[in-house]
T-cell receptor, first 117, second 119 residues
Framework: AQTVTQSQPEMSVQEAETVTLSCTYD???????LFWYKQPPSRQMILVIR??????QNATENRFSVNFQKAAKSFSLKISDSQLGDAAMYFC??????????????FGQGTTLQVKP | SAVISQKPSRDICQRGTSLTIQCQVD?????MFWYRQQPGQSLTLIAT?????????ESGFVIDKFPISRPNLTFSTLTVSNMSPEDSSIYLC????????????????FGPGTRLLVL
């Protein structure tokens, strides 16, 4: 069975600085998707970024980028120029290999990010 | 992303009663999922709501306790039956396979959640 591990329960970063959140996963599949979700205190889960395993190029969305190391089964999230609005709980998630769109998400334990002004 | 609404947003219930949570999406979707989340913790999948057939439950969750309906491609309900204080949690609806141009099919989008407190 697939597992997702986030080893950092809490992280903090100074405003305008860069922070990296770690995520590792275990799977025997070769094709899959990885995601980072953000959950601010209001609880609405928001997609930050996603990575297809078959793509070698790391995904980037504005200030957010990932370092995807398929062989090492590592999927870290880098937040550049951190802003106060980035403070939230971040979840790494793995999408199981389901036919069509039936794949389920497996979540890590989450990392709470604090941004200091 | 898809606009997903949940009703109620929060509720306080007495033990032994049941609560039905509604999830409405503004587009047709292939898959709908129900999760449970304790505050400050990760998400646990309860079941996958299948349109026109019985839901698929994860280990540890049963239909008698969490009956689910999905009458069409935009709506689902989750009932928490015979509630106890241990059912106090946040319940989240999510969808994938959103049938709208520009949205990623394999990505799950989440509703705002329903915060339930059982006394």
């Amino acid at each position: 069975a697939q597992t997702v591990t986030q080893s950092q329960p809490e992280m903090s970063v100074q405003e305008a600085e860069t922070v990296t959140l770690s995520c590792t996963y275990d799977t025997s599949e070769s094709d899959y998707y990885l995601f980072w979700y953000k959950q601010p205190p209001s609880r609405q889960m928001i997609l930050v970024i996603r990575q297809e395993a078959y793509k070698q190029q790391n995904a980037t969305e504005n200030r957010f980028s990932v370092n995807f190391q398929k062989a090492a089964k590592s999927f870290s999230l880098k937040i550049s120029d951190s802003q106060l609005g980035d403070a939230a709980m971040y979840f790494c998630a793995y999408r199981t290999d389901g036919s069509g769109n039936t794949g389920k998400l497996i979540f890590g334990q989450g990392t709470t990010l604090q941004v200091k002004p | 992303s898809a606009v997903i609404s949940q009703k109620p947003s929060r509720d306080i219930c007495q033990r032994g009663t049941s609560l039905t949570i509604q999830c409405q999406v503004d587009s047709q979707v292939t898959m709908m999922f129900w999760y449970r989340q304790q505050p400050g913790q990760s998400l646990t999948l309860i079941a996958t709501a299948n349109q026109g057939s019985e839901a698929t439950y994860e280990s540890g969750f049963v239909i008698d306790k969490f009956p689910i309906s999905r009458p069409n491609l935009t709506f689902s309900t989750l009932t928490v039956s015979n509630m106890s204080p241990e059912d106090s949690s946040i319940y989240l609806c999510s969808v994938s396979g959103v049938q709208r141009e520009g949205l990623l099919q394999e990505t799950q989008y989440f509703g705002p959640g329903t915060r339930l407190l059982v006394l």
